[in-house]
């Protein structure tokens, strides 16, 4: 599903600009992708269209989260880091958060990949139609040994 997922990102610049399902089925079909990945990534989609509609509970700029148990157990302590760290950085408001928590919950499974998570975050911003600054996106993008140190 994720292959699929940034596949969208990498050849649609925002969700509208991707043709209907029935359509981009066939396209994602055609370039190799199977036809459950697709269905899942779609159905996922559909999640995120709905959160951002929804804007998945109205958080104040200035408010806490706190993690339950079972959310700790299915995002894992690495996911949680890394959501503090993009909140820490001013790049992931509360509401988007909550989107990003949301569509993670809805991944079967846990905990949850890093490299999972950081694809989850990229399609809020895509599905927003917003574009994560240069610094995060290299965060979202190059693997962690690949990175240079200056």
């Known amino acids: 599903m994720f292959d ?3 596949y969208l990102y990498e050849n649609y610049w925002r969700p509208d600009a991707c043709p209907e399902h029935e359509q981009l089925t066939r396209k994602l079909s055609s370039v190799g992708f199977e036809s459950e990945e697709i269905e899942d990534a779609l159905t996922w989609l559909d ?6 509609e929804a804007r998945v509970g109205e958080q104040q700029a200035d408010s806490v989260r706190i993690y339950v148990p079972a959310e700790q157990e299915h995002l894992g302590e690495q996911s949680i880091g890394f959501i503090s760290f993009l909140e820490s950085a001013g790049v992931l408001p509360p509401q988007m ?3 990003v928590i949301d569509r993670a919950s809805a991944i079967p499974g846990g905990p949850l990949d890093l490299e999972d998570l950081k694809i989850i975050v990229l399609m ?3 599905s927003l ?3 994560p600054d240069a610094l995060i996106l290299d965060e979202l993008f190059v693997a962690e040994e690949d990175r240079l140190i200056h």
């Open 4 to 6: 699929v997922l940034v």
């Open 47 to 52: 999640g995120v269209a709905a959160a951002a």
């Open 97 to 99: 958060r909550e989107m």
């Open 124 to 126: 809020v911003f895509w």
């Open 129 to 131: 139609g917003e574009e």
